[in-house]
């Protein structure tokens, strides 16, 4: 079983490099327990039960627990397992938190990184955290059939054919593409044919293949405010004009008669990222004519639309018209798991070739033999019986978490652009709440929410204070437990609560 104590402990191992595996264990539960993680007079877990959930020997946490004991911060009762001490020594209270290695002044990192590297680690946002409540856009990794997908991938690898050892030219593995053809034609109403097919290592390597191939310096691009900040810097360091369009409840907002058309025009139809709008049908039809008038490019970035937990699903823009301006892209990272780093495209037929080319040239095609064991999970009906248990998954648990807001918090917090879909939602927060304050309050406490006011970009567009809550990777008992903590740091920041239960 699954505990949030765990999911804690297993990022921050990850985050922790130096040391031997029983210090680096051991350190984690110093720090849970003065970060207040592990409360005074709380068990803990017990060392068979923590070991099997790190992955790590019954000896490894033994040893942390036998150091934490002579140092005073849990305390052992012979038949009533280990308990933390009510008192914790005083002298490790005021030990410093700051990293033992010098960090590099603004300055040096001016001169030694490009104007551009510069500016993309200014806006770097992706957490150190991918895992454990409430991470936003982070599927259930566990739930994964890895030993049918294993069993597969074994059986092609024992004897492998040349073509999948080999640098793929042709746009990946043609099993694959077949097979997502096939998928996308149904599942996502996309017109397509094998041929249009490319696959990449994610969304983020298919935006960066379509703003260098198809855009110059400084050319506009579109995009959504709030929207995805991964693609927006993909579009900046490509030295892209980034032009923030606004969002409502039909999605994005297009200029009607913009003074300098754009070149890209990036959007997330189905399930609009962050709010979780949909692109009505007039507003698809006002983006197609648009870029056809201006000849520019929709990027059409479909992300979790497989996610949607009622009513039909809504089909892709792409497949509204023959032949349209658009570049359908698609990811595994939310229906399988983010590490496979396998994604597709769509590109219309005169795009093929030389998109084909041009990310040969960049990035080498690789992972064919995994492509190639995908092809047969896909067709097999594996990955639709996947999808379709998910889907029940985290439609259960969306509505666990918006119970729960219901309940403690009151309607008013639940943003009214969240649709029955996606792996997160969006809790509203009064504007004058401080949204970045709280979500790293709640990142002390071991909860990782984002906050909404950091997915906008310049000043046109009225930020809204909120947090992002990821519920598809959180069990509901762990969901219930972290849910009680985001709710005390609302009240500690002083936010008014209207709980249906009061
Ligand atoms: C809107 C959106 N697009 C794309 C991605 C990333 O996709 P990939 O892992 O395929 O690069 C994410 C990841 O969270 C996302 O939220």
Redesign the pocket.
């Known amino acids: 079983m699954r505990t949030l104590l765990g999911d804690y402990l297993l990022q921050h191992l990850q985050q922790a490099s130096e040391g031997t595996l029983p210090a680096r264990v051991f350190n984690c539960l110093r720090d849970a327990i003065l970060e207040g993680i592990l409360a005074p007079n709380t068990r803990l877990p017990a060392s068979r039960d923590l070991a099997n959930e790190l992955h790590v020997s019954r000896n490894t946490v033994l040893n942390a627990y036998e150091q934490l004991r002579a140092e005073g911060y849990i305390q052992a009762h012979t038949g009533r397992g280990t308990w933390v001490s009510e008192t914790l020594p005083e002298s490790y209270i005021q030990v410093s938190t700051t990293p033992t290695y010098a960090a590099a002044t603004k300055e040096e990192i001016t001169h030694t990184l490009s104007h551009r590297g510069a500016s993309l680690l200014q806006h770097a946002a992706a957490s150190p955290y991918q895992w454990g409540a409430f991470v ?2 982070a599927p259930d990794v566990t739930e994964f059939p890895h030993a049918e997908f294993n069993r597969i991938k074994s059986r092609l690898s024992r004897q492998p054919e040349i073509a999948n050892l080999i640098y793929s030219n042709a746009g990946g593995c043609i099993e694959l593409r077949h097979a997502l053809a096939d998928y996308l034609r149904i599942a996502r109403s996309v017109n397509c044919e094998t041929d249009q097919i490319i696959i ?7 935006v960066d293949l379509v703003s260098r191939a198809l855009c110059d310096l400084n050319d506009h691009v579109w995009i959504e405010n709030p929207g ?1 900040w ?2 927006k810097n993909i579009l900046r360091i490509n030295g892209l004009n980034i032009i923030p369009m606004p969002v409502d409840a039909e999605g994005i907002i297009p200029e009607e008669q913009p003074s300098t058309p754009p070149r890209l025009i990036f959007v ?1 139809p189905s399930h609009q ?2 709010l979780g709008s949909h692109l009505s049908l007039a507003r698809r039809r006002k983006l197609l004519d648009l870029a056809k008038q201006h000849g520019s490019w929709i990027i059409e ?1 479909d ?2 639309s497989e996610f949607r937990f009622s009513g039909q699903p809504y089909p892709s823009l792409q497949g509204l018209e023959d032949n349209p301006p658009v570049i359908y ?6 229906t399988i798991y ?1 590490a496979l ?3 597709y495209m769509v590109v219309p037929k005169n795009l093929v070739q030389p998109l084909r080319t041009i990310s040969a040239e960049l990035y080498r095609g690789g992972h064919l033999l995994t492509q190639r064991a995908l092809a047969e999970f896909i067709s097999e009906g594996h990955y639709a019986a996947h999808i379709r248990r998910m889907r029940l998954l985290y439609s259960k648990r969306r509505k666990f978490l918006i119970e729960l807001i219901h309940r403690y918090l009151g309607d008013v917090f639940v943003h009214e652009f969240n649709h029955d879909a996606g792996l997160h939602l969006v809790l509203k927060l009064p504007d004058h709440a401080n949204d970045v304050e709280i979500s790293a309050l709640a990142l002390s406490r071991g909860v990782n929410v984002r906050p909404l006011s950091q997915y906008y970009s310049g000043v046109d567009t009225p930020i809204q204070s909120g947090l992002l809550l990821g519920f598809a990777c959180v069990q509901e008992q762990d969901m219930t437990f972290a849910f009680s903590i985001l709710r005390q740091c609302l009240i500690e920041n002083g936010i008014e609560l209207f709980p249906q239960n009061r």
């Open positions: 936003p856009g990449t290592e994610g969304i983020h390597q298919a995805y991964g693609a997330t990222y962050p970035d992300y979790d892209i698609g990811t595994f990272s939310k983010p780093r396998i994604g």
